[in-house]
C-alpha cells in the first residue's frame, strides 16, 4: 500500500462470497500503462466497466482510465 500503510480484509470461512462489481476495492497508479503491462505479463484477466469485452480499457467521461479484475476469491479490484 505503501508509506507503511497496511490493509487487512477479514471474513469468515464459510461466508458466502458475492461477486458484485460494484463492491469493490480501487487502487491508483503513477504508471497505469506500466501497470497494464505486468497485469497482461502475468496473464491477469481484466476488463472495462461492463465486463463485456477481455482485457479492455475503461476511460471515463473524465479520461481517467480503468480496469477491473478479481483477486483469487473473486473480490473486485478497480484500478
Known amino acids: 500500500m505503501g508509506e507503511g500503510k497496511e490493509l487487512h480484509l477479514f471474513s469468515f470461512p464459510n461466508d458466502e462470497i458475492k461477486v458484485n462489481r460494484t463492491v ?13 503491462k505486468r497485469l497482461d505479463a502475468m496473464k491477469v484477466n481484466y476488463s472495462d466497466w461492463i ?9 471515463r467521461a473524465d479520461g481517467i482510465k480503468q480496469v477491473y479484475f478479481q483477486d483469487p476469491n473473486g473480490y473486485w479490484i478497480d484500478k
Open 51 to 59: 465486463g463485456k469485452i477481455p482485457n479492455k480499457i475503461n476511460i
Open 24 to 36: 469493490h476495492l480501487a487502487l491508483t497508479t503513477s504508471d497505469f500503462d506500466a501497470f497494464i
